[in-house]
Every structure is written in C-alpha cells, then in structure tokens.
C-alpha cells in the first residue's frame, strides 16, 4: 500500500477507506480499513455507488506534478468494498478531470462536462454497468469544467455555472437535449449542491475562478 508524494504538496493517495458500520460498532472498535489499492493513482476523479457494494471510480487525473497538474485520463476501476476486489471498468470516451457523475432514481451513471486536453468538455455520458460500457447520450449547450451538476426530476440533470462560467442548463437524459435556463446569480466553480428538498438542489460555497480569486 502506497502514499505517493509529488510536487508541490499535492498528495496521490492510491487507497481507498471505508468506515466499519460506525453506527453499529461500539466506540472503541470503530476505526478506518484500508481495502485495497487503485491500480492507477489519480486525483480530481469522480466516485459514485452502483450498487451490491460496488463504487465506480471515475477519471481524473494520473502522474500529477502539481495540485492541478497531471495526465488526464478516461480510465475507470470499480471497488467491491465487500470483497475487497478492485477491477478495471470501460474507460470513457474521452481523457477527463474534474467531471460530474450524478446517478439517476434507476441507477444509472452520468458524467457531465469536465477538463479534456482540448478544452471544457460538452459531452454527457451514460454507464451501462451491465453491459460495461460508456455511451454518449448527447451535448450540453455550453462547455464546461468544476461545474455543478444533480437531478431536479427522475429525467432532467440541473448543471450550474463552473471555470470562470454563471450560464445554467437543465440536460434531459430522456431526449438527449440541454436547454439553456436563468443565469446562476455570479460566476463560480466548484459550488457544492445540497438537495434541500426531494429534486430542490440549494447550492453552497464556489470561487470565482481560479487560485487567489474570490470566494463565495
């Protein structure tokens, strides 16, 4: 098991932890296990729960020599936190950091925008986890990296702002279609949605930009 140091205090950490069913444990016997090791290390990735103790890990970026630096990639394991196994899954289509992956009431994973070697990304992608397989369900109106991203009705993905971005669009996964809505009130990134209410998201936090800009 492997912690990685690299430049500039950026920290590659190629474990995984779960907490041990805190809340049936008696305080002393509650403690962090290390369940296994990425094959690839990586940061800035996406991680989400599919189901029967699996979690789906999700691009980033590898070989990083900076906090936001590195090697983007498409590659994708999944963790079985029951079995401890750790297994490659179907890479993305395209090289990507700093994605969204938000999960539909039926299960199903998608991955928004984020940071390909040519720029923000518009693409939006579905994980077919029986088949293995990532597929392209359509295009947002307005690229976009650091955005945020989460279901407002069991067929429409609300994607807010982002990098040096205020514009808003609601994606329906039914049609494969963006429509663009009202602005957010400023341009932020990396703003953190909470569902308030069932399909009522409430936004916290973001910059403006990048480092040393203001903070929200």
Known sequence: MTLRNVKRGCLLVAVIFTLLQASRLPAQEKAWQIIGSLTTDRHHHEA??????????????????????????????????????????????????IVNAVVSSSGDVYVIGGDTDNGPSDIVERYDAL???????????????QQASCFISPTE??????????????????TGQSTLIADFPFIANQLVPIEVLVHRPAFIGGRKSGPNTSLT
Do not use: H
């Open 48 to 97: 989400v729960y599919i189901g029967n103790s699996r979690v789906l890990v999700i691009g980033g970026y590898t070989n990083a020599t900076g906090v936001m630096e590195g090697i983007r990639t498409a590659s994708c394991q999944i963790v079985d936190v029951r079995t401890k196994s750790i297994v490659d899954a179907a890479p993305l289509s395209v090289e990507r950091g």
């Open 131 to 145: 088949r293995d397989k990532w597929v392209t369900v359509g295009r947002l109106r307005v690229a976009r990296w």
């Open 157 to 174: 993905i609300l994607v807010v702002a982002g990098f040096n971005e205020n514009r808003a669009e609601i994606f329906d996964i039914a």
